[in-house]
């Protein structure tokens, strides 16, 4: 069972909680989502199947979009509503300017400090374990980027905001941070992901309802559906034991019309992908990086 599944992740559930779902369904061969989401937030899981597996690396360093709510003046120990409080900062409501303002302020790279709470790990272990031992570790940094991020609702002391990032950003470190910015400290109420690269709010089915097989074949998407931005060149019939033996096959077409080192995907003549290649200009081929196999 080639493709993906485009999961609306519910809150209480974690990513890996999908996964466990979906096996009960049926015996995959190979499985993975790609970004993790905490328990807590909800929205688009893309869930690679089988061969899919395969697409992973392509479609994890892409912009992703939340839709996230802002707790100001309560901060918690990590970062969201469900950590325990630490702090709480009585304020009045601030002028909407300036909390734009301080929206702002984050657009473009940014460092973030990553949270205590978090799987990313330290001398082998993860961060949250560290924290819930009580043993004081340094939290590493690390670069992204925002690339929007607008109020959409201020209801102190809630603020309603979408972020469209890089991969790796941290909302709950981003709510954390204006918080600080602020004066009173802020903590993440709810985030849901509504976009992951191509895949939309919109393509989101509920795991709930997946029960058996047929289930999973109705809201399948083939693989000839991914990475639609990713140039496609399809390969003659002869040419295709080149591509299953791991040697290049000659660029269709006009070699100035591609740059060195483009992806492409390859099709065969009834239109199934058969591979992700990259364009080497030198030779005038593309060398397959990933062999899809039927």
């Known amino acids: 069972m080639n493709g993906f599944l485009i999961i609306d992740k519910k809150t209480g559930m974690s990513s890996y909680d999908v996964i466990r779902r979906l096996k009960r369904i049926h015996k995959f061969k190979k499985i993975g989502y790609i970004g993790t989401l905490d328990r807590n937030a909800t929205g688009i899981l893309p869930v690679a199947l089988d061969e899919g597996v395969k697409l992973i690396p392509y479609l994890e360093n892409v912009e992703k979009q939340y839709r996230a709510k802002f ?6 120990e990590t970062q969201d509503i469900e950590g325990k409080v630490v702090t709480e900062t009585p304020t009045g409501p601030f002028e909407r300017r300036v909390i734009e303002d301080a929206l702002a302020s984050y ?34 940094t690390k670069e992204v980027e925002i690339f929007d991020i607008t109020l959409l609702d201020y209801t102190h002391p809630y603020l309603d905001v979408t972020v469209t990032c890089s991969k790796g950003t941290y909302i709950r470190a981003l709510a954390s941070d204006l918080g600080e910015q602020l004066g009173c400290g802020a903590t ?41 931005s990713v140039r496609g060149m399809v390969v003659d019939a002869p040419l295709e ?6 040697m290049p096959v000659p660029i269709t077409g006009n070699s100035k019309d ?4 483009e992806n492409a995907r390859l099709f065969d003549k009834q239109g199934m992908l058969i591979g992700i290649g990259v364009a080497d200009l ?3 081929t593309i060398k397959i990086k990933r062999l899809i196999n039927h």
């Open 241 to 246: 034991k080149f591509l299953k033996h791991g």
């Open 258 to 261: 591609w740059k060195h080192g």
């Open 71 to 76: 707790l100001l003046g309560v901060t918690t």
């Open 282 to 284: 030198a030779s005038r």
């Open 188 to 228: 993440l109420h709810t985030l849901k992901r509504t976009k992951h690269g191509d895949f939309t709010e919109n393509m989101g089915t509920d795991i709930d309802y997946f029960k058996m097989e047929q289930d999973l074949i109705n809201y399948l998407l083939p693989l000839e559906n991914i990475l639609g």
């Open 107 to 140: 657009l473009g790279r940014i460092t973030q400090r990553i949270p205590a709470y978090s799987s990313k790990k330290v001398n082998r272990k993860p961060l949250y374990k560290w924290a819930r031992s009580g043993v004081p570790v340094e939290q590493p």
